[in-house]
C-alpha cells in the first residue's frame, strides 16, 4: 500500500484528507511541517500533499525544505489550497510540484488524481533507473578496461568506491556540507567514482606497471592522468550532452591529487577552492593506498593509516572529511578486511 503524508495546519481539512484515503493508501495526517520532517526520519512517503496556506511555514517554504532533504527531495508533491491563481500556480510548479488540487475536494476526484500522479512517477522512474543502468554498466566497463592495464593496484576502483560511500553516507549523517551534497544525485556520483583513474588509459604500460620506485621524469607522466583523465570524460560529455551523468567523475579524475594545503597536482589548488569531489576521494583514494601492497612498499595497518591520515588533516586533507573519515573508521577497517587479503 502506498503511503502518502497530507500536511495542513487545519484538522478539518486533514480528517477530510484521512478520511478520504484511509483503506486506499496509508494515509499521515500531519499538522505541521516540523511533524513531516520528523517522521520523515522513519518513512519516506510514496506522496505529500502540502497545504499552501499555513502559519509557521507556508507550502512553498516547505517546498524548498523538501527538495532540499536528502530522503524526501525524489517524493512528488500535490499543493492543497483554498484559493487558485495564475501566480500561485506558476510558482508552484517552478518549484516542482506535480498538481494543485482545490478545497474542499471529493473523495473520488482526489483519489484518482492521486492515482494518476503516483502511475506517472512510475513510469518516470522505472524509465531512469534503465538509463541509470545503462550508465553504471558503461561506466564499470571502462573502469574495468583501464583497471586491467594497471597490474599494480588491483581492485583499487572497486575499494575506493565503498570507501567513498561509507564516507558519503557519514557527510550525509553528519549534514557536514549539506549546502552542497544535497544537490547531488548520490545514485550518479558512487559510480561515477570509478572513473576517477580513467586517464592512466593514456600512460605507458611500462611505467603504468614498472615494478621499483619512478624516476621524477616517469612520475611527471603519472601526474597527467588527472588532467588526462578530466579531458577524456570532457570529451564524452561535450558528445553525449549529459553532464548530470558525468559531471561527478570530471570532478574525480582532475581533482583527487589536489592537497587542502595547495601542494598538490595538476593545479596547485587550496581549500574549499578543490571541489568538494576531490577533497572527499582525496581521502578515500590515499586511504587505499596505504593499506594496500605496493611494488615499493609493503601494506600499513588499518591504525597506522588512520593515524597518517590524521595527522595530515589540514594539510593534505580537508579537516571536515577526516572528521568523518575518523567517525567511519571502523568501517572502513571492515571494507578493507573484507577486499584485501592478508599478506
Same mark, same amino acid.
Given at each position: 500500500?502506498?503511503?502518502?503524508?497530507?500536511?495542513?495546519?487545519?484538522?478539518?481539512?486533514?480528517?477530510?484528507?484521512?478520511?478520504?484515503?484511509?483503506g486506499v493508501y496509508r494515509a499521515f495526517a500531519l499538522q505541521s511541517p516540523a511533524k513531516l520532517f520528523k517522521l520523515a526520519e522513519k518513512i519516506?512517503?510514496?506522496?505529500?500533499?502540502?497545504?499552501?496556506?499555513?502559519?509557521?511555514?507556508?507550502?512553498?517554504?516547505?517546498?524548498?525544505?523538501?527538495?532540499?532533504?536528502?530522503?524526501?527531495?525524489?517524493?512528488?508533491?500535490?499543493?492543497?489550497?483554498?484559493?487558485?491563481?495564475?501566480?500561485?500556480?506558476?510558482?508552484?510548479?517552478?518549484?516542482?510540484?506535480?498538481?494543485?488540487?482545490?478545497?474542499?475536494?471529493?473523495?473520488?476526484?482526489?483519489?484518482?488524481r492521486i492515482e494518476s500522479h503516483i502511475e506517472t512517477d512510475r513510469i518516470i522512474k522505472e524509465s531512469q533507473r534503465a538509463v541509470r543502468d545503462?550508465?553504471?554498466?558503461?561506466?564499470?566497463?571502462?573502469?574495468?578496461?583501464?583497471?586491467?592495464?594497471?597490474?599494480?593496484?588491483?581492485?583499487?576502483?572497486?575499494?575506493?568506491?565503498?570507501?567513498?560511500?561509507?564516507?558519503?553516507?557519514?557527510?550525509?549523517?553528519?549534514?557536514?556540507?549539506?549546502?552542497?551534497?544535497?544537490? =547531488?544525485?548520490?545514485?550518479?556520483?558512487?559510480?561515477?567514482?570509478?572513473?576517477?583513474?580513467?586517464?592512466?588509459?593514456?600512460?605507458?604500460?611500462?611505467?603504468?606497471?614498472?615494478?621499483?620506485?619512478?624516476?621524477?621524469?616517469?612520475?611527471?607522466?603519472?601526474?597527467?592522468?588527472?588532467?588526462?583523465?578530466?579531458?577524456?570524460?570532457?570529451?564524452?560529455?561535450?558528445?553525449?550532452?549529459?553532464?548530470?551523468?558525468?559531471?561527478?567523475?570530471?570532478?574525480?579524475?582532475?581533482?583527487?591529487?589536489?592537497? =587542502?594545503?595547495?601542494?598538490?597536482?595538476?593545479?596547485?589548488?587550496?581549500?574549499?577552492?578543490?571541489?568538494?569531489?576531490?577533497?572527499?576521494?582525496?581521502?578515500?583514494?590515499?586511504?587505499?593506498?596505504?593499506?594496500s601492497e605496493r611494488p615499493y612498499k609493503k601494506p600499513f595497518t588499518h591504525e597506522q593509516a588512520v593515524e597518517i591520515i590524521t595527522k595530515e588533516?589540514?594539510?593534505?586533507?580537508?579537516?571536515?572529511?577526516?572528521?568523518?573519515?575518523?567517525?567511519?573508521?571502523?568501517?572502513?577497517?571492515?571494507?578493507?578486511?573484507?577486499?584485501?587479503?592478508?599478506?
Open positions: 500500500m502506498k503511503t502518502i503524508f497530507v500536511i495542513d495546519d487545519n484538522e478539518t481539512n486533514l480528517l477530510a484528507a484521512k478520511t478520504a484515503l484511509d519516506v512517503p510514496d506522496l505529500i500533499l502540502l497545504d499552501v496556506d499555513m502559519p509557521e511555514m507556508d507550502g512553498f517554504e516547505v517546498m524548498a525544505a523538501i527538495r532540499a532533504d536528502a530522503r524526501l527531495r525524489a517524493v512528488p508533491v500535490i499543493f492543497l489550497t483554498a484559493k487558485r491563481d495564475a501566480a500561485t500556480e506558476v510558482r508552484g510548479f517552478e518549484m516542482g510540484a506535480l498538481d494543485f488540487i482545490t478545497k474542499p475536494f471529493s473523495q473520488p476526484i482526489l483519489i484518482r545503462i550508465h553504471n554498466a558503461t561506466i564499470s566497463v571502462i573502469a574495468d578496461m583501464v583497471e586491467s592495464r594497471d597490474k599494480v593496484t588491483g581492485g583499487h576502483i572497486e575499494r575506493t568506491q565503498a570507501y567513498l560511500e561509507i564516507l558519503m553516507t557519514e557527510l550525509i549523517r553528519t549534514q557536514t556540507y549539506s549546502n552542497i551534497i544535497s544537490g =547531488w544525485d548520490i545514485n550518479l556520483l558512487l559510480p561515477s567514482a570509478q572513473l576517477h583513474d580513467v586517464g592512466k588509459i593514456a600512460i605507458s604500460d611500462i611505467i603504468l606497471n614498472k615494478p621499483g620506485k619512478l624516476t621524477e621524469e616517469e612520475f611527471g607522466l603519472i601526474k597527467t592522468h588527472c588532467t588526462e583523465g578530466e579531458h577524456i570524460i570532457n570529451r564524452i560529455v561535450s558528445k553525449a550532452k549529459d553532464d548530470g551523468f558525468l559531471r561527478h567523475a570530471g570532478m574525480f579524475a582532475g581533482y583527487h591529487h589536489e592537497r =587542502w594545503d595547495g601542494t598538490g597536482y595538476p593545479r596547485g589548488l587550496a581549500g574549499e577552492a578543490i571541489p568538494l569531489e576531490g577533497r572527499i576521494m582525496a581521502v578515500a583514494d590515499v586511504y587505499d593506498a596505504l593499506v588533516s589540514g594539510s593534505h586533507f580537508d579537516p571536515k572529511i577526516v572528521e568523518a573519515f575518523l567517525n567511519a573508521a571502523g568501517r572502513f577497517a571492515q571494507e578493507a578486511a573484507n577486499h584485501i587479503p592478508p599478506v
